[in-house]
């Protein structure tokens, strides 16, 4: 054994030594398989193998989204922090310093105006890479901001969801933001300004019970999971086995809560032709007015 263990085995050590830094590569969380991070940006965070759709950052979004160049980001109100003065392991105010390091965003919205495929539209962003992007009273007061800016703008709202719900640390705080995201979808309604909502993977609790399932159009990604509670809760409070693929983009399409589940390469495409067929229908019912 002495020449394996002495002569092949530091070979095989110094060629596993080489490897690359490990923020080079990740696993596709499906299908396990190792990807190299600039392909896969390249690919829009879609694997190669298995088309599962991994989560995308606020930037990423923006940048599929928009033309290229076409786009500018909007600031966004600010909220007193940490109304409660909440504390769990940690303070709230430390979480929030925390996720505002990592993820470079302010809160867990994000919100730009702009052009797809040369139609003009706000888009708001959930961010997932910020707390999950749970909805606070500052995730309340930008969505308000981006309706407003759409009514002022007189442009569709396109919202791309991805958020684990309410935000705990804002307790009561935290819900009385679903009555609020509610009234500013009204808002957009009654001026007849077109609101979409773009699920994407995971889009679960308040979330899904306020804002989000009030779209004139519902679009999702590909197995995105849209839900309120997550599938063992419902599991154990009924009984019962759910059916396969539950809460999932696909069944939603099937039993009509979603309109159409879009390949993200084929999503700036898609809603370039609705906002084009919306635009038409609103001048169209102008010229008959
Ligand atoms: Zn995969």
Redesign the pocket.
């Known amino acids: 054994m002495s020449w394996l263990t002495q002569y092949v085995r530091p070979k095989i050590q110094g060629f596993l030594k080489k490897e690359v830094p490990d923020n080079l590569w990740k696993n596709?969380s499906?299908?396990g398989?190792m990807l190299l991070i600039k392909d896969l940006e390249k690919n829009l965070n879609i694997?190669p193998?298995?088309g599962?759709h991994m989560r995308a950052s606020v930037t990423q979004r923006f940048e599929w989204t928009f033309d290229a160049d076409s786009y500018t980001r909007v600031d966004l109100p600010k909220v007193a922090a940490d109304p409660l003065q909440f504390k769990d392991k940690k303070k709230y105010t430390d979480r929030l310093k925390d996720n505002k390091t990592k993820s470079q965003l302010d809160e867990s919205i994000a919100v730009a105006h702009g052009t797809i495929e040369g139609q003009k539209a706000v888009v708001a962003v959930m961010a997932f890479e910020f707390m999950a992007g749970t909805m606070g009273t500052a995730f309340g007061e930008g969505f308000l901001a981006a309706a407003r800016l759409a009514l002022l703008q007189k442009t569709p709202l396109i919202v791309f969801t991805s958020s684990g719900g309410a935000r705990m640390q804002e307790g009561m705080l935290s819900l009385m933001q679903m009555p609020r995201t509610v009234i500013a979808v009204e808002m957009l309604k009654e001026a007849q300004i077109p609101y979409i909502v773009v699920f994407t993977d995971p889009t679960t609790g308040g979330v899904t019970a306020s804002f989000a399932m009030l779209g004139d159009i519902h679009i999702a990604e590909p197995n995105a999971l849209i839900g309120f509670a997550g599938p063992r809760v419902i599991e154990n409070t009924v009984h019962e086995k759910l059916p396969e693929g539950f809460q999932r983009a696909e069944y939603l399409l099937e039993h009509g809560m979603v309109d159409i589940v879009a390949n993200r390469k084929e999503l700036r495409s898609t809603l370039g032709k609705i906002l084009g067929l919306l635009s038409n229908k609103t001048q169209s019912s102008e010229k008959v007015a």
Request: aromatic content about 0%.
């Open positions: 596709c499906s299908c398989q694997c193998h298995c599962h």
